[in-house]
């Protein structure tokens, strides 16, 4: 593969991580809580949960680049189906939560 598809698989691991982070402010705001053991103990040991998100999901981005940097290919796009599909559980999950509390 080239460095243009290596390029677009960061670019989409970034967006993912984007998404994962509104997706997950969307859970707090409406109550739920972390699922990921890590994030939430980040978010319990800082004074504003959000910046620790933002502080997480900055780390994550800064893995992603690693692997971009080392040329793991394979690994970036198992991890963007990853997120891809964890994405996509959330928003499921939001839109779910929302039908239930307007019934």
Not at 12 to 17: D, F, P, R, S, V
Not at 39 to 44: D, E, G, I, P, Q
Not at 58 to 85: Q, Y
Not at 92 to 100: C, D, E, N, P, R
């Amino acid at each position: 593969m080239g460095t243009g598809t290596l390029n677009q698989l960061l670019w989409h691991y970034a967006y993912l991580q984007v998404l994962d982070f509104l997706t997950t402010i969307a859970f707090l705001l409406n109550g739920v809580q972390e699922g990921n053991p890590v994030v939430r103990l980040a978010m319990s040991l800082s004074a504003n949960p959000v910046s620790a998100l933002l502080t997480v999901k900055l780390i994550a981005v800064a893995l992603g680049v690693m692997c971009f940097c080392t040329g793991r290919v394979r690994l970036l796009s198992r991890i963007n189906i990853g997120f891809a599909v964890l994405v996509a559980w959330n928003l499921v999950a939001l839109i779910m939560g929302s039908v239930q509390l307007h019934n």
